[in-house]
């Protein structure tokens, strides 16, 4: 079984998941853009549960793209 690494970047507009060989090479990597709630002007907050959904569908695009198993 070839062995992979997953690196996850989740910041304040967007969320990316990119999959490495050991050897460093990029396999696969997908993004989306985080939605920001405005509650009221200069109040800027996110989602928690939109961003793990949005970081989990990232996930499963960066290892399809890959063509990796999640195992």
Excluded: C, Y
């Excluded at 990597?29 to 970081?55: C, F, Y």
């Amino acid at each position: 079984m070839a062995e992979f690494f997953l690196g996850i970047d989740a910041g304040s507009t967007m969320v990316k998941s990119a999959v490495f060989s050991p050897e460093g090479r990029e396999v696969g990597v997908a993004s989306r853009k985080v939605p920001l709630l405005v509650p009221q002007a200069g109040h800027n907050e996110i989602d928690m549960e939109s961003l793990w959904r949005l970081t989990a569908e990232t996930i499963r695009d960066a290892l399809d793209q890959g063509r990796v198993s999640g195992r």
